[in-house]
């Protein structure tokens, strides 16, 4: 007994050092902006009319997707004072029109409601993720992100399984949570509405480095919108993927859905598992699901239902991680780089990738009259392939950055001065150091032990141990003499 309770006592401890699964991260004064990024993305999953509708030529859900696409290209227009103004006209409109579509008997009446509906939403989704990328810390957008994952699991486990549910969920189930979202909309804090200042350094260290050139302070800024960029480009492969297995499930209806959800669920505990006991989380999460994308679909190419079932599973697990750590990296790539520019970037990739991404594939299924299976297959293959060849890249570029957010050094008067003099290092001799390198770089010439840091930053101490050997390899050195002799004074 007495063996079982210190371990549970470790497990605690360690888990409450990790600043990146600790729940005293989540204010709950931001409870609404929260949950609004959720919320549309649930409510932009309501669907009321038969999605083998087609006008002009064109499936229903590839209306759907064009109109959505037209909302967050919206966005990348608008200024970030009329940001909330219009996530507030937008919800009140999508309110509105919710209603309306369960009035109307004429699907393609019901269609024409809904493609407006999806352009609100779109408007919507844009809004709130941009509230999400950079007014939320690290563990509150991580909640988020599995609070869609859950919703998805739910939806496929039970919804699909039980009529009276989908009865509810089409009336008056989309309705409450639309009452729910308004009233998270407009409680939305008035500090949400703070600007975000592009390419903002520390307040500690401004004065400091304004004595350096225009050069060096842009190199700053350009590194972490090179990581943006990075990370978009992930996202393009990301939505390829997803593309090539739901015209898949659309056209051959191989996917089950008790499964599909039960894999999207378990991959909230494995994506919580991995954070737990690795410091390079998001690096295994990404290949994760390339791994399971390719496993499922491969798996379901075989015609038994035992092959659909776990070929389902495992692409579910796939699906839910893909979805967690691209919108993970994606918003926190976004943040770091405090610039309204690569938010905006990302709108007009969302734009690109549901209005012609999602268009010329459409186009290429429709005509293509062999097994659907075949192509999809080769082009994930070619993708999962190429992601595995740039990995090197990848993993100094983007997966072996710290995206922790959570207690910082410039919070804390005793280390401001040392911050900035750190910071001047890193730009002179083009160190690239993340934030919490830089905090560890700084506390180490502080003369504080390893346990110390950890304990100050809140931090686990093997994270302490990632951070200080990604330190050395980048100053040149092997141990903590060698620091001190290049960096004391």
Sequence with gaps: MYNLSGLITSIKRFIQTRDELSLRNLRQDLWPALLIFPLSVILGDFRYFNLNIEF????????????????????????????????KAAAACSAV?????????????????????????????????????????????????????????????????????????????GIIIMIFYLAMVFLLDRNIQKPVHENEISETNQDTLRNLNTEDRNSVAGGKNSTVIIVIGLHIVYYLIMCMINYIEVAENIIFSLPYGLGQFSSILVITLIMLISNRNSLYVWLMFLAFSLLGLTIVNYNSDAAHFTGSLIYGLGDGLGYVIIYYLCSGAIKKSKSK??????????????????????????????SYHTIALGIVVFLSSLCILILPFLQKKLFEADWTDGLKLKNMAEFSQSLAETEVINIKDNLNL???????????????????????????YPTVNFHTTNLYRKLGIQSRAELFAKYKN
């Design 56 to 87: 002009a030529g064109l499936q229903s859900y590839e209306l759907m997707l064009y109109t959505l696409g037209l909302g967050w290209l919206t966005l990348a227009f608008v200024p970030e004072k009329l940001i909330v103004p219009m996530l």
């Design 97 to 173: 029109l919710i209603p309306v579509q369960l009035w109307l008997t004429l699907d393609i009446a019901k269609l024409a409601v809904f493609m407006a509906f999806q352009f609100f939403n779109g408007i919507c989704a844009a809004c709130a993720f941009f509230i999400f990328c950079f007014k939320l810390n690290n563990v509150e957008r991580l909640s988020g992100l599995t609070l869609i994952i859950l919703y998805y699991s739910l939806y496929y486990t039970v919804y699909r399984a039980f009529p009276v549910v989908q009865d509810f969920y089409k009336t008056w189930g």
């Design 341 to 370: 520019r690569m938010y905006q970037l990302f709108c007009v990739i969302l734009f690109i990738e549901y209005f012609f991404v999602s268009g010329f594939l459409s186009q290429v299924f429709d005509r293509y009259e062999g």
């Design 434 to 460: 993340t934030e919490r390198e830089h905090e560890v770089f700084t506390m180490l010439l502080k003369g504080k032990a390893p346990k110390e840091i950890a304990f100050t930053l809140k931090i686990s």
